[in-house]
Nanobody, 126 residues
């Protein structure tokens, strides 16, 4: 079992920045950030192989969000810059304790992950 606890969400104005954190109770080979806006499906935003640091991003956030991890602290981060109102969503941390080979589509698919946090709200006002 892995417990995931997100933090760092909040309310910012458009153009602002936030840094999300996800504290994990144990090590996972693959971790990711997802988001879910009101009335929309949960979508993958960014993922990382925690061992080697390989990353994957949704096209909508490339160059805007950066995923990273601190393995010593079992903590996942996401730096979000130039935030827009359409980034408003609940952001979830996800993990898979097993190492699996995955492509970009799989890295950003909900079905790849079997552990989820409770989410943290991000609200961006115009």
């Amino acid at each position: 079992q892995v417990q995931l606890v997100e933090s760092g969400g909040g309310s910012v104005q458009a153009g602002g920045s936030l840094r999300l954190s996800c504290a994990a109770s144990g090590y996972s080979y693959i971790m990711a950030w997802f988001r879910q806006a009101p009335g929309k499906e949960r979508e993958g935003v960014a993922a990382i192989y925690t061992g080697v640091g390989s990353t994957y991003y949704a096209d909508s956030v490339k160059g805007q969000f950066t995923i990273s991890r601190d393995n010593a602290k079992n903590t996942l981060y996401m730096q979000m810059n130039s935030l827009k109102p359409e980034d408003t969503a609940i952001f979830y941390c996800a993990a898979n304790r097993r190492w699996i080979r995955m492509n970009e589509l799989q890295a950003l698919a909900t079905t790849t992950y079997n552990y989820w946090g409770q989410g943290t709200q991000v609200t961006v006002s115009s």
